[in-house]
């Protein structure tokens, strides 16, 4: 039986061995020749970087869209190692695709934006609940005992459990749960409400309103707050109907050629 003499031992199949190529590359200028040769080293370790976006195939993404994320690590890998320095290539290439798969997941993935740290915490307190969840029998762990497994204090674990919820999303049209008629989320949701224009106005017209002559503000209140009629006023305050109506007219003139005339002096400043 032949046995094989001078091949380089690996940890995994997946990785080539490419000292001497990478050692070429360096050596060359920028052109065609570097870029055929770059080509040809990610291209051997492109299963490599595909056995690291295989572990991370459970967690919401496409299997397709995390190799292409691993292909961009493993081409920064690429482009950044430097074999002057005696390393071997996978131990520098790695963590950087690993990391550049992490970050995807940290900047793509979430469906609310939160920091960091928060992320990391939800890491840390799912762990440490997946780990209690195998001593822990018939209930879930507490959040005291998840602070204690994972070393963190129990308000940053409610702050990782509130994360988990950031991760994803439900659709508005998704039902609610115990919900037998198809009551979804938009459902619950609000409508414009016009009475929000009414309130603007009456703001704008408040203190023109103060302004009026005492008998004025008195015709305007009973008639549009008292819902009195214009002859009921008359007789309230013993005036004639026509003379009513003509106060009424005038005041809500003046008050609308004051609040427009506000309106124009705020648009010119």
């Not at 995994?12 to 870029?35: C, I, K, M, V, Y």
């Not at 990610?42 to 993404?61: C, D, I, T, Y």
């Amino acid at each position: 039986m032949r046995t094989r003499t001078g091949a380089k031992a690996h940890p995994h199949d997946d990785a080539p061995d490419t000292a001497a190529a990478f050692l070429r590359l360096a050596a060359l200028p920028e052109g065609p020749e570097r870029d055929a040769l770059r080509d040809e080293i990610v291209e051997a370790w492109l299963p490599m970087a595909h056995r690291l976006a295989g572990r991370f195939r459970s967690r919401g993404e496409s299997y397709d869209d995390l190799r292409q994320v691993a292909a961009l690590g493993l081409l920064k890998a690429v482009d950044r190692y430097d074999p002057g320095l005696g390393n071997a290539f996978e131990s520098y290439a790695v963590p950087t695709v690993t990391g550049e798969i992490k970050r995807h997941f940290r900047d793509h993935m979430w469906t609310l934006h939160v920091p960091r740290r928060v992320q990391e915490l939800r890491n840390r307190v799912r762990h440490a609940a997946q780990d209690l969840s195998q001593t822990v029998q018939g209930r879930a762990p507490t959040v005291s005992e998840i602070a204690e497994c994972a070393g963190l204090t129990e308000d940053e674990v409610r702050t990782g459990q509130a994360a988990s919820e950031s991760f994803s999303a439900l659709s508005l049209d998704a039902e609610l749960p115990g919900s037998d008629d198809g009551y979804s989320l938009s459902d619950a949701l609000g409508g414009p409400d016009p009475a929000l224009d009414t309130v603007v106005d009456r703001q704008a017209v408040k203190d023109r309103l103060a302004e009026l002559p005492e008998r004025e503000r008195a015709i305007l209140y009973m008639r549009f707050f008292d819902d009195m009629t214009q002859n009921s006023i008359a007789e309230e305050l013993g005036l004639s109907q026509m003379h009513v109506s003509r106060l009424i007219t005038r005041s809500c003139g003046r008050v609308r050629e004051q609040v427009m005339g506000d309106m124009d002096d705020t648009d010119e400043e």
